[in-house]
């Protein structure tokens, strides 16, 4: 996959109380890669690329709903995501995401989701400050490169955030990336 695919490594999971008794809990996992410093991206595209992360944030996410912001829907090489169901969020009510579902902002997304287990949020930098707080648990991509950039994640709470397991790894492509996932803590 192309290399502009900016921040779709880092996940995280929501839970909102629902008052349907079917589903008593609801998951939103925010999913992002990020470099030194947090950086998720620069001039709307990701300034590295490591296969291993892109085939993870396929297997992750597929069959599941994906919540983006417009920058993130417009850097897709391909639209709408396959095997997934697509919502960008945009402030221009006039916007149309072709193939995607259209919303003006993070909680009209996750009513659109209320069915769902899970729901993927995939960044930018704004999506991922606005749920941040909702989030049940993190699926994040942490790369050891240092890279100039212009959209970051949010910085986490250690208070809030327990590591729940951590894998490590060379890239094919070179540089050392970490698997982290992140719940928050009760």
């Known amino acids: 996959m192309p290399p502009h695919y900016r921040s779709r490594a880092i996940c995280y999971t929501i839970r909102l109380s629902e008052p349907d008794a079917k589903h008593t809990m609801q998951h939103i996992t925010l999913i992002a890669a990020y470099a030194a410093e947090r950086c998720i991206g620069s001039q709307n595209t990701i300034p590295w690329h490591i296969p291993e992360d892109f085939a993870f944030f396929k297997a992750y996410t597929l069959g599941k ?6 920058k993130t829907w417009e850097s897709l090489p391909r639209k709408p995501l396959p095997g997934r169901r697509n919502i960008v969020i945009s402030r221009n009510p006039d916007y149309v995401a072709e193939g995607a579902e ?10 659109l989701c ?3 287990e899970e729901i993927i949020i995939m960044g930018g930098a704004q999506i991922y400050a606005q749920a941040l707080p909702l989030a049940t648990d993190l699926r994040l991509t942490e790369i050891e490169l ?3 950039g212009d959209a970051f994640f949010p ?6 955030w327990q590591p729940v397991s951590r894998e490590t790894h060379t890239s ?14 009760t």
């Open 65 to 70: 709903p994906v919540v983006m912001g417009r």
């Open 114 to 116: 209320r069915d769902a």
């Open 155 to 160: 910085e986490l709470d250690a208070a809030q």
């Open 146 to 148: 240092s890279v100039a």
């Open 102 to 111: 259209t919303v003006s902002g993070l909680n009209e997304a996750l009513a």
């Open 172 to 185: 094919a492509k070179g540089p050392l990336y970490s698997f982290v996932h992140y719940s928050r803590r």
